[in-house]
C-alpha cells in the first residue's frame, strides 16, 4: 500500500502543449467569450436557461471534464492516511473563516471607499463592498481541483479539504457576512450551495471512484496511471478554455458597459487574492509543508466560491446591483490571476521539502 502511494505522488506530469502556452489560449478564449456575447447573444441567453438556483449547467458539465481526471487519480484507500496530517487543513481553515473576510473587508473598504471615493457614489461604492465581502466569505469548492491538478496537488488532501471547507461554509456563511455588512439578517440560496456541492464534487468523485474501481478490475493499475490518464491529460485545460468561453459569453455586455468601474473593483480583488495566497503558501513553507498539499492550501483561500457570491448578491441586493456586479468581477479576474498562482507554486517547488 504505502509502496503504491509513494509512486502515484512522485509521477512527474509532463508539460503539454496546452499547458505551455495556457496564458494565450486564455487571452483568446477570454476575448472570443466576449465576442461572441456581443455579436451573437442568442449563444449566451440561450445557455442562460439551462440553469438551476443561479448555477449553469453547462458550465457545471465542463466542470466535471475539469475535475473528472483528478477524481480517478484518486486512491481512495489513502484518504484516511490524508487526515493524519493535519498541517495542510490547519492552514486552509485558518485563512479561510479566519483571515480571508476580513482582509476582504479592509481592502474593498480602503479602495472602493477611500482611495477611489472620487470616481465611485458613495451608495454604489458600498454595493461594490458589499459584493466583495460576499466572495471574500465564499471559499472555492469546484476550481481548486483544477488548481490542485496543475500544481501537482495531492488529490487525496485537496478532496477532504475542500469537503471540510464546505462543512464549514454551511455554518459560517451567512453569520460572518452578516457581520461584515452588518445585516440583521441575509437570505443565503442554499438552494445554490447544496447543488454546487452535489455537481462540483459529489457527482465528479462518484464518476472517478466508479472509474478507477472498473479500470484496475479490468486493466490494472499499470494501464489506469500510463494509458487511461494519459489520454486524459489534456481534457482538464480543454474543460477550463470552453468554460472560459461560456462564462466571458454571459458577462459580455458587463465588461464593455462597465470598464472603468471594472478595473476599479478588479484592483482590491487581485491586491486580496495574491495577499491570502501570499500568508497561505508562506505559512505552509514555515511548517515545511509538503508542494502537494500547501499549493492546494493556498489556492482555495485565494479563489472564491462565485456561483454562491452571485446568487446571494442578486437574492439580497438585486440582479443590477452594484454587489452583483462586483461578485461578477470576481468571476472575471479569477481565473487569469489564479493561473498566474499556479505559475508561481509550480516554479517554487523547490522551496518545499519532497513527501517520503
Known sequence: MAQEEIKVEDKTKEIGFFEKYLTVWVGI??????????????????????????????????????????????????????????????????????????????????????????????????QYVAGAILLGAAPCTAMVFVWSYLTDGDSAYTLIQVSINDVVLVFAYAPLVMFLLGLGQ????????????????????????????????????????NVFLKKLDNVTIIGLLLTLIILFSFQGDVIVNNPFHIVLIAIPLIIQTFFIFTIAYGWAKMWKVEHSVAAPAAMIGASNFFELAVATAISVFGISSGAALATVVGVLVEVPVMLGLVAIANRTKHWFPEKV
Open 186 to 225: 441575509l437570505s443565503v440560496p442554499w438552494n445554490t450551495v447544496l447543488l454546487s456541492v452535489i455537481l462540483y464534487v459529489v457527482v465528479p468523485l462518484t464518476m472517478g471512484y466508479i472509474s478507477r474501481k472498473y479500470i484496475l478490475k479490468k486493466k490494472g493499475k499499470d494501464w489506469l496511471e
Open 29 to 126: 478564449c477570454i476575448v472570443a467569450g466576449v465576442v461572441i456575447g456581443r455579436l451573437w447573444p442568442a449563444f449566451p441567453n440561450t445557455l442562460s436557461q439551462w440553469e438551476y438556483a443561479q448555477v449553469s449547467i453547462p458550465v457545471a458539465v465542463l466542470i466535471w471534464f475539469m475535475i473528472y481526471p483528478m477524481m480517478v487519480e484518486i486512491d481512495f484507500s489513502s484518504i484516511k492516511e490524508a487526515g493524519k496530517r493535519p498541517k495542510g487543513l490547519t492552514i486552509t481553515l485558518v485563512t479561510n473563516w479566519i483571515i480571508k473576510p476580513f482582509t476582504m473587508f479592509f481592502f474593498s473598504w480602503l479602495f472602493l471607499r477611500v482611495i477611489f471615493q472620487p470616481f465611485i457614489s458613495d451608495a454604489l461604492s458600498q
